[in-house]
């Protein structure tokens, strides 16, 4: 048996993924900030914040498997002064503080969430690969990628083995953010000014990435690598908006505004990152998932969208 620490096993992903790991016949350990009494699934160890003094040798106790989650994410009402002193705070100090830590407590393996913002923010009509070279364009990518190179250097010096894991958008059961915003439009029925859209998006089901998570927990081959992952199936706005119509069972109301137009008033209304989200390509190459793992997404996205809407709160 495996045993596995989950960091961040509070958040959206972590809570998923504790339980998977579970019903795959895992030992599962989450390290949170404080304890949660609601979680009696599986053994918790509150570490406080995050950063370069945390101490994490409650945590590491008998772990195999580290599974790095933890992070300071996009902060859309930012309130530091120097945003990336924050997210290199976290995202970089303390991680390496983690991954010193695992390796001097005989951790066998640390698997790093990473970010496809690491790639960039958008993609030209070829998707992006593993190997491409870094172009990360805020803060928070930049503390993702520096995490990466340091974690690299860690692993150099030591016998941790390291996986890197760049997904895309995860969408599922209790996701937040703009997917939760985009079901509660569609579910009202109020009009999207996104008809005239024709981009490609590359997306992640919560069960494919948890899948792929479990994968590389004792694949030898994993062991070193930078992956991208997604469902492999690429949409474009509208296409995911009917899909997620038709899975509520109501009409999608799509208009054919111009994208220039869009991406006009995007700009003057201060959200122009978040329309070129919309409007824009951003696509992965998974096929070094399947050629060096064998690993192939375990659920579609028809299927993996309807399950989510399912669940998803009036």
């Known amino acids: 048996m495996n045993n596995v620490l989950v960091t961040g096993a509070n958040g959206f992903v972590g809570r998923h993924l504790c339980r998977y790991l579970l019903s795959q016949g895992r030992a599962v350990r989450g390290a949170l900030r404080c304890h949660n009494p609601d979680w009696v699934l599986y053994e918790q160890v509150a570490v406080g914040g995050i950063d370069g003094d945390t101490d994490w040798e409650c945590a590491l106790k008998g772990m195999d498997t580290v599974i790095h989650l933890a992070a300071r994410v996009h902060v859309m009402q930012e309130s530091e002064a120097d945003p990336l002193v924050a997210f290199r705070r976290v995202n970089l100090a303390g991680s390496v503080a983690l991954a010193r830590q695992a390796a001097a407590a005989g951790v066998r393996?640390?698997?790093?969430?990473?970010?496809?913002?690491?790639?960039?923010?958008r993609t030209g009509g070829t998707p992006f690969c593993a190997d491409d070279p870094a172009m990360p364009e805020d803060p928070y990518a930049q503390s993702k990628w520096e995490a990466e190179q340091a974690l690299k250097q860690v692993a150099a010096e030591t016998a941790?083995?390291?996986?890197?894991?760049?997904?895309?958008?995860?969408?599922?059961?209790?996701?937040?953010?703009?997917?939760?915003?985009?079901?509660?439009?569609?579910?009202?029925?109020?009009?999207?000014?996104?008809?005239?859209?024709?981009?490609?998006?590359?997306?992640?089901?919560i069960q494919n990435l948890l899948d792929f998570l479990d994968c590389c927990i004792d694949h030898p081959a994993a062991a070193g690598e930078v992956f991208l992952l997604s469902d492999g199936s690429d949409l474009s706005t509208p296409q995911l908006i009917r899909k997620l119509a038709s899975a509520m069972g109501v009409s999608s109301r799509l208009l054919p505004v111009p994208v220039g137009l869009l991406r006009f008033i995007?700009?003057?209304?201060?959200?122009?990152?978040?329309?070129?989200?919309?409007?824009?390509?951003?696509?992965?190459?998974?096929?070094k998932c399947r050629a060096l793992l064998g690993w192939l997404p375990a659920i579609g996205v028809d299927e993996a969208l309807a399950a989510m809407v399912k669940d998803a709160p009036e």
């Open 109 to 121: 393996r640390l698997i790093y969430l990473s970010s496809i913002k690491v790639n960039g923010e």
């Open 266 to 287: 995007g700009r003057l209304a201060g959200r122009g990152a978040e329309i070129e989200r919309l409007t824009g390509d951003l696509q992965v190459d998974i096929e």
């Open 160 to 205: 941790l083995e390291l996986v890197i894991v760049r997904p895309v958008l995860i969408y599922g059961n209790g996701v937040k953010g703009n997917v939760h915003r985009l079901i509660g439009l569609i579910r009202r029925g109020l009009p999207l000014p996104l008809g005239s859209v024709n981009n490609r998006r590359s997306l992640l089901s």
